[in-house]
Each structure stands twice: as structure tokens, then as C-alpha cells.
């Protein structure tokens, strides 16, 4: 209650740190600590540097739980990452299959290479409005500004993704 009283006032719940975390340990520090870091719109690192000017009985604890709180939020930024990474791989996957199934079967409709690549339907008719203008140059362009949608390329998948088009064409 103190916390949510003081919530603008971050420098009084410094001040009342000692009433506001004594005799709690574990699970609850931890929540208390949540809820007294949203109240006051701080960060872990920001509320950790003010709590080191300060004595008070459960220091050890409060400062503890800062660090656990910070290691989870390490974590789960790492998570979202990777995530990140893996829905990238899966659209630059998509784009390649895209123009390996492509050259292989152009005999296939619009709907069977949507269904086969798992990309949308508008995606790939564009990709064949691209196709039939006939400029590689622009279909790359197609590829990394709207299959990709700014997923940054690495040299060889930049490279795969050039030979399979220059392929496609050819076979044109």
C-alpha cells in the first residue's frame, strides 16, 4: 500500500524501503519487489542503484531478487530472440522453396505452390506477376522487400536465392 501510495514519488519509497520490505523473504520479496518496481516505473538496474545507498535489514534479500529479476528478463529477451530467429530462417526457407519448386514444376497453379510453400496466396501470385515481367533484378527486389520484409540475407543465402532465380529464368 505504501508503495502504491508513494508511486510518484520514488525517492520516499527508497526512504520507507526498511517498513516496506522487512521480515519478507522468498516468493513474496520477489512479488513485493515486482509490484514496488512497476509502481515506480523503474528498472531493475535503476532501482538496484538507488537501494545501494541505503541500509537497511533485508539489503541481501531485496538486492538478490533485483538480480534474479534481471537475469529473467536476460532470458527471456534471449527467448524472443531466437524466436525471432527461427520465424526469419522459416520465411527465408519459404522464399527459396518458393523459387526452387518453381523452376521445377512451372506447370503448378498459383493455389498448389501457395499450399506447397505454405505462403500466402497473394505472395506468390505476385511473386508470378514478377516472374512475367521478366526482370531478375526486380524480382530480387520483390523477394527481400516483400517475401523478406527486410530479413537481413547472409552472403549465402543471398547467393542460393540469385543462382535459383537466375535458374528460374533461364528455364523461361
Known amino acids: 500500500m505504501l508503495a502504491m501510495a508513494l508511486r510518484h514519488r520514488p525517492r520516499l519509497i527508497l526512504s520507507y524501503i526498511t517498513p516496506i520490505l522487512e521480515g519478507i523473504e522468498g516468493e513474496r520479496m520477489k512479488a513485493l519487489m515486482v ?9 531493475p538496474e535503476q532501482f538496484m542503484e538507488a ?14 531478487t533485483l538480480e534474479m529479476l534481471k537475469e529473467q528478463g536476460r532470458q527471456e529477451g534471449r527467448q524472443e530472440g531466437r524466436q525471432e530467429g527461427r520465424q526469419e530462417e522459416r520465411r527465408i526457407n519459404q522464399a527459396t522453396y518458393l523459387l526452387r519448386t518453381a523452376a521445377k514444376f512451372p506447370q503448378l497453379q498459383d493455389t498448389e505452390l501457395a499450399e506447397l510453400t505454405g505462403l500466402p496466396l497473394a505472395a506468390v501470385q505476385a511473386f508470378q506477376k514478377q516472374l512475367k515481367v521478366g526482370n531478375p533484378a526486380s524480382l530480387m527486389q520483390y523477394i527481400e522487400e516483400e517475401l523478406l520484409a527486410g530479413i537481413p540475407l547472409q552472403a ?17
Open 35 to 43: 509490484y514496488t518496481l512497476a509502481v515506480m516505473e523503474r528498472s
Open 51 to 64: 537501494l545501494e545507498n541505503i541500509e537497511f535489514t533485508t539489503k541481501p534479500e531485496a538486492m538478490s
Open 156 to 172: 549465402e543465402d543471398r547467393r542460393i536465392i540469385e543462382e535459383l532465380a537466375e535458374q528460374l529464368f533461364s528455364q523461361r
